[in-house]
């Protein structure tokens, strides 16, 4: 079972960040999950939220900004003992990021088809040479079927935060997808062995219960997603 930091390891240093994924590389954990947002120039930025409030305190929708504008919002707002953290580009990202074993990249809803087929024809191109480490993950069906339109290289899987049980599984094996993301208070015992029987990866998100872990690792997920990699790293 793979450790994966939340965003970086978003309970110990600033989420989304490239001094985060740094402090995740330090530790000597090479498996991240992050999420991807594509601004009104193209550029591809690893932001969770689409407004700069919560992790700036600027109110500022991020898809009025294009990529010369990201110098302002300061993701370690709230850190206090990390140096200014500006929104990383996911060109960044990856340079920091070569010998991970794992990356988990969730792309963020978009509201047409059209934005869909933009953004990953973008997202593709940037993670070539990750074809064997990275993960592309969505809620939204729309990423999911304009990545099976365009065949795909990449391995994809499907995120799941609604109670649907086993018609996750069917939507997964549907897409092509190799893969479950399930939310965590969702991943019963009876939905991990089922979805182990059709031969789909699972990891499991936010795990942040030792407790928790252990019994999930017990189970044998192939992906831990955890706020708090270090206290996991240290007690699995």
Known sequence: MKI?????ARGEAPENTLAGFQYLHDLGIRAVEFDVRQLKDA???IMHDDNFLRTTSIDKNLYECSSTELEAYN??????DWDKQ???TLSNALHLMQDFNHLEVEVKAVETMADAEKLVLALEQQLKGFE???VITSFDL???????QMNSKFQRGLLVEDDIQLKAIDQALELECGQI??????ATPELIRATQHEKLKISVWTVNSLERAQQLRDLGIDGLITDFPKLMLQQL
């Not at 993701?75 to 206090?80: E, F, L, S």
């Not at 729309?142 to 099976?148: G, R, T, V």
Request: aromatic share 10%.
């Open 75 to 80: 993701q370690a707002y709230i850190w206090m």
């Open 181 to 186: 993301g399930w939310m965590n208070q969702l």
């Open 4 to 8: 994966i930091g939340h965003r970086g």
């Open 132 to 134: 064997k480490t990275a």
């Open 142 to 148: 729309k990423i999911h079927h304009a990545l099976k």
């Open 43 to 45: 550029e591809l930025v």
């Open 86 to 88: 500006i929104t990383p």
